[in-house]
């Protein structure tokens, strides 16, 4: 597949954005750099009321958790953005958003007791908006969370956010799951999917923090908001923990992340998934695949016409553009797999190798 643009997620870091080259939707907090200026960070949220019957409070949580959330300032020339992240693990990764660190020449972690230490980037990745840093940082403050199963988040669950909206470190929020399998545009306009949606307060800042459950475990990172004011409007996206566990390990052991690569734009359609544009020179360009050649009205839509109709994808049936890229994430580049089409009232099996996401 390819990427495609979407306008609903909006929010963008402030100087940062045109400096460092943050993608769309980044919640990154910026500011000036004069060489003088600072930014006080001393405020602390934290709710005592319980989230569940039965489960830890928002205070238990916050007193468990905190000390493994940490404040990131990414510099380049005058200007530096700043966001969240998260230790990883013991050998001192820290995850974050892709998007607070891009193009910056200097990034430095501040932890729980204000001690500030130098990072280096390992690796990130603009597809999936992630990132990982590694310090050098005594054992005493290195406390990694622990992540979740995405795939058993429930919409209704209760989740806090924890992070440092607008510089203020040591800032939780709460709300609850509100949606699951949202889509995002990636800083590279790829779609981030199956993202979950929450109402807990994300702010410019907290890109990068992490989304915890009930049992003070991670569920997601923060990344976006929905906002037309520039501000938190109750609608919030994090990356879920399943698809970060996957790209922090793939950055950890080689520093980089390849996704497998199609090469198509497509649209829904009853029978799977019509291929609207093939993209020249990659796979499915090479493969033979057709994208349609006009449309018809079916039932107040314009539905693609005369071109193929994935319904297969390496065995599993596709029904939507979602299905599709998921399996396509599945692979691996260089493999090559066996793509169901419907073609001209025909079913045809085309067999495709994949490639590597520009």
């Known amino acids: 597949m390819t990427g495609r643009s979407q306008t609903r997620l909006v929010v963008l870091g402030f100087v940062a954005a045109l400096v460092l080259g943050l993608g769309v939707g980044a919640a990154a907090f910026a500011v000036l750099d004069d060489g003088g200026t600072t930014v006080v960070r001393q405020v602390t949220v934290a709710s005592s009321d319980p989230v569940v019957d039965g489960g830890l409070s928002a205070g238990e949580i916050y007193n468990r958790a905190s000390k493994a959330v940490v404040e990131i300032s990414a510099g380049a020339s005058q200007a530096r953005a700043q966001g969240s992240g998260f230790v990883y693990d013991r050998d001192g990764h820290v995850v974050t ?101 929450t109402d807990a307060a994300i702010n410019h800042g907290n890109s990068g923090g992490p989304l915890l459950d009930s049992s003070g475990r991670v569920v997601g990172v923060n990344a976006q908001i929905e906002s037309e004011s520039g501000g938190s409007d109750g609608v919030g996206f994090a990356i879920p923990s399943n698809t970060v566990r996957s790209i922090v390990r793939q950055l950890i052991s080689t520093g980089e992340v390849e996704h497998a690569y199609l090469g198509v734009r497509m649209a829904p359609v009853d029978e799977g998934v019509a291929i609207t544009e093939v993209v020249p020179d990659t796979p499915a360009d090479d493969a033979g695949l057709r994208a349609a050649t006009g449309t018809e009205l079916v039932d107040g839509q314009q539905v693609p016409t005369g071109g193929d109709v994935i319904v297969e994808f390496d065995g599993q049936a596709v029904t939507s ?38």
């Open 321 to 358: 553009p979602v299905a599709l890229q998921s399996a396509v994430d599945a692979r691996r580049p260089g493999d090559t797999v066996a793509v169901v089409v419907l073609r001209d009232g025909d079913r045809r099996t085309i067999e495709v190798t994949l490639g590597v996401r520009p």
């Open 97 to 197: 958003n892709q998007h607070v660190v891009a193009g910056a020449t200097s990034i430095s972690v501040s932890f729980w007791n204000g001690v500030e230490l130098d990072a280096e980037l390992v690796g990130a990745d603009p597809s999936t908006d992630l990132a990982v840093l590694r310090v050098d940082a005594p054992a005493g403050l290195l406390s990694p969370l622990t992540l979740a199963d995405s795939s058993a988040v429930d919409v209704g669950d209760p989740v806090l956010a924890l992070g440092s909206p607008f510089g203020l470190e040591g800032t939780i929020t709460s709300g609850i799951v509100s949606a699951l399998h949202r889509e995002m545009t990636a800083p590279n306009n790829f779609t981030i999917i199956d993202t979950i949606q």
